[in-house]
């Protein structure tokens, strides 16, 4: 079915898998930086703002809908995987044949 999507279903296929590199990254960096063992001035912590500014703008409504779950004294923020699975979802079907 990819074939019959044209070039701007490729582009908007092409962005959606960007993005979920993007939110991949901006998940894995958000570990390091909630551990506070970085400078403020350090690279990964300007690496991450930037990530935060291109994946908080789609995680902020999903998170009123699903608050983080509380786990010990943690809070487990399981909106980046259901905008992870929702975004594959989508994706998924377009390569069925």
Partial sequence: MLGTIGTIGT???ALLYLFLVVLFAYSILSWFTASGRLAY???VHKVQNVLSAICEPIL?????????VRVGGVGLDLSVLVVFLLISAVLIPLFQS
């Fill in 11 to 13: 582009l908007i296929v």
């Fill in 41 to 43: 001035d350090s690279p």
């Fill in 60 to 68: 902020r409504p999903v998170r009123r809908i699903i608050p983080p």
